[in-house]
């Protein structure tokens, strides 16, 4: 199909499914979304929400290879729509959006510096009027994201997090930088506000090191407690949890069950499903959303792309979140 195909007639809904010219989605360079990639800083003018790969995995504590994860999200980004068909959201029409690329990190091999380096670079994004929506990675990115936010804001964030693990836990192997802790530090840092933070999907073994979660003032739901409230009374509490004040959105794909997360650093069996995980996105509507991420996907475990195509399919939901925000800002959204 030609430009002169499209002028000539193909059908507006055609249009708005494909976009003004449309190309296979296997062929061409794959960036996120299928966005105009910008990497040069100096061409981030007039770009809204950022969306940005952090190829780092060097908190982990169990299987690595979540620095591959922003590669793999790229591509199955090419399969994502144009408009959300439940909410009706049409992000690239209501918010401009571009792929910045990826975060440069010198520091590959010295955890203290990547996290400097990660940080560094989203103090730049943050201070262009840019959202960031970021494709990780491990957890621990987070921290130092959540530091330039909040330092450019002037005050912690709140947050929605979506896991099978609070990520509140203490040093490990004599090192606060991991991927189990990044929300401790965050508070410590006084980048994160614990009293507008929820926590949903939690379970596994790892328990014992979450004290921190329940003593800072968390809002902690466990797995079955989510199964038991129902998803509507969980993003309820969810909404009251944060308010109005600028909100973060974690997402770490292990919360999914194995059966759609099976490329993850630390799987734990019984999370929710990909369609909950959705749905419950899709119910942050409204929100003060200042950032997101999704985190902890890990190609060389994975099978048939399954957990990167629900990854960045939760990214895509994240994304609409933030141009529907955007949108009604601007005017661009005809009620």
């Not at 002028?7 to 249009?15: F, I, L, N, S, Y």
């Not at 090191?209 to 129902?230: C, Q, R």
């Not at 475990?301 to 994240?318: H, R, Y």
Request: with cysteine; aromatic share 8%; proline share 6%.
């Amino acid at each position: 199909m030609s430009d002169d195909d499209i002028d000539r007639g193909v059908p507006e809904a055609r249009k708005l499914a494909w976009g003004a010219v449309y190309k296979p989605r296997y062929s061409g360079v794959a960036t996120f979304m299928r966005q105009e990639l910008r990497e040069d800083p100096d061409a981030w003018d007039g770009v809204e929400v950022g969306l940005i790969g952090a190829p780092f995995d060097g908190g982990v504590t169990n299987r690595p290879g979540a620095r591959h994860g922003p590669r793999a999200l790229r591509d199955q980004s090419t399969l994502m729509g144009r408009v959300n068909h439940q909410t009706g959201v049409r992000p690239y029409d209501w918010a401009v959006s571009a792929d910045l690329g990826d975060v440069p990190i010198e520091g590959v091999y010295e955890l203290d510096r990547a996290i400097d380096d990660i940080e560094a670079f989203y103090a730049k994004v943050v201070a262009a009027g840019v959202v960031p929506l970021t494709a990780g990675g491990d957890h621990s990115i987070t921290l130092p994201i959540m530091r330039a936010i909040s330092k450019h804001r002037g005050g912690p964030v709140g947050m929605v997090h979506f896991d099978a693990h609070c990520d509140t836990g203490p040093e490990l192997f004599g090192h606060k930088h991991h991927h189990g802790g990044p929300f401790r530090c965050a508070v410590e840092d006084g980048a994160l506000d614990p009293r507008r933070t929820i926590q949903i999907g939690i379970r596994g073994p790892a328990e014992a090191l979450w004290d921190f979660s329940y003593d800072s003032g968390m809002t902690v739901i466990h797995i079955e407690e989510l199964y038991a409230m129902g998803l509507d009374a969980a993003v309820a509490r969810a909404r009251d949890v944060v308010g109005a004040g600028p909100t973060y959105v974690s997402f770490d794909v292990d919360g999914m069950d194995p059966v759609y997360a099976p490329g993850t650093g630390t799987p734990e069996v019984g999370g929710f499903t990909a369609f909950e995980a959705q749905k419950m996105l899709r119910g942050l509507m409204g929100l003060d959303i200042v950032g997101g991420d999704v985190v902890e996907v890990s190609p060389p475990f994975d099978t048939a792309n399954i957990t990167a195509l629900n990854g960045v399919q939760m990214m895509w939901e994240m994304l609409c979140l933030m141009a529907d925000r955007i949108g009604r800002e601007k005017g661009r959204i005809e009620t």
